[in-house]
């Protein structure tokens, strides 16, 4: 990416006075090393919860081919003696992550998006097929059976709980 910033600017300095040039590269390095700044005072500041683990071979995420949204599943054990809410879930891995629920009912089934959901005191929420997913969507990177998600949940109390995802074709496949 930095060669491909100094060819551009390079091909440009014959169409921009040097100073301008000079400038504009200044300002992408100080733009980028503030984002970097800012994404370090997150990892410093965002505790870590030791409340909630991961149930043994309950995680993965499925893995379809052409980068089509991808469901995950999990099954999330809280070990605390108060309900935990989950309020949002991110990963650098791809572009949105959501959270559905499946709904039957004599005529139909349907999912319907959740903005939230809670683990109960010393109890599990568990996302398993037909129940309940998480949607990931636009994958940011090539995607295949092997790989893991990193999936961050959010905590209502400020805390957060990551994980790896292993990306399968099966569930059985452990």
Known sequence: MRARTLTVLALSAALVPASAVAAAAAAHDTHRIAQHR?????RAVTPVTTDITAVDKSTWVRWLPNALPAAGYITLKNSSEKPLDVTKIRTPDYQRVSIYQTV??????????????TIPAHGEFAFVPG????MFEKPTRLITPGDNARVIFFLSDGKVFKVRMPVRTSPELY
């Open 131 to 134: 129940r309940y997913h998480l």
């Open 104 to 117: 039957v009912d004599s005529q139909s089934s349907r999912m319907v998006k959740l903005d939230k959901f």
């Open 38 to 42: 800012a994404a370090e005072r997150t």
